[in-house]
């Protein structure tokens, strides 16, 4: 979060509202004291719950799957790779270490 006075708030505000945009916050100051705080705003799905991260990244196509609850039936269970348990494995390939 940067910090900007008032008066130089004021002349550059366009500045600082495109820093907000994209998503920084901006701590005003009068004075040498911290007055207000300038943060990007919440945005809201249609039904009126914050859009979260994850939202907007499936939102934008960068992240696919896990759709809540119904995650599990979009992938089907794996078959067991190894038949045995790992330890076992572990102790024939450290040998009498």
Do not use: C, Q, W
């Not at 960068?62 to 348990?85: D, E, F, I, Q």
Request: proline residues 6%; hydrophobic residues 30%.
């Amino acid at each position: 979060m940067s910090t900007v006075g008032l008066r130089e708030f004021k002349n550059k505000f366009s500045k600082y509202v495109n820093r907000a945009r994209s998503g920084e916050s901006v701590s005003i100051t009068d004075r040498g004291h911290v007055v207000a705080e300038l943060s990007p705003a919440k945005r809201l799905s249609p039904n009126g719950e914050p859009i979260t991260t994850l939202d907007e990244l499936r939102r934008r196509g960068v992240l696919y799957g896990g759709a809540g609850r119904n995650a599990a039936s979009l992938y089907p269970a794996m078959p067991r790779a190894l038949k045995r348990p790992t330890a076992n494995l572990l102790d024939e390939e450290r040998g009498g270490r």
